[in-house]
């Protein structure tokens, strides 16, 4: 059974850092592709960031620049620094893991396995 479990989340100010951590189990975490999500109140569930097995990467427009997704596949891990971080940013973010492939995974449907998400608030 495969278990992703996000850790790093919490309160900051406008322009500072949190790093989030998903720590994976139950599958060969080095043949997937990696994904973050956010959803915020009342808001459907964006994409924000993928990571293929090939470590190539994908951002959405609004955290490009500011947000490095990253993967360890040593630990089974993948991480989401995150600087500059704004009010918009706040969030429940969501890691996902996807496809057994290389390309550009953006949908929530493409992603099989969830996270129970980890609160990121940033305060103005």
């Known amino acids: 059974q495969v278990q992703l479990v996000e850790s790093g989340g919490g309160l900051v100010q406008a322009g500072g850092s949190l790093r989030l951590s998903c720590a994976a189990s139950g599958r060969t975490f080095s043949n997937y592709a990696m994904g973050w999500f956010r959803q915020a109140p009342g808001k459907e569930r964006l994409f924000v960031a993928s990571i293929d097995r090939s470590y190539d990467t994908y951002y959405a427009d609004s955290v490009k620049g500011r947000f490095t997704i990253s993967r360890d596949n040593s630990k089974s891990t993948v991480y989401l620094q995150m600087n500059s971080l704004k009010p918009e940013d706040t969030a429940v973010y969501y890691c996902?893991?996807?496809?057994?492939?290389?390309?550009?995974?953006?949908?929530?449907?493409?992603?099989?396995?969830w996270g129970q998400g980890t609160q990121v608030t940033v305060s103005s």
């Open positions: 996902a893991s996807g496809p057994n492939g290389l390309g550009i995974y953006y949908l929530v449907r493409q992603y099989e396995y």
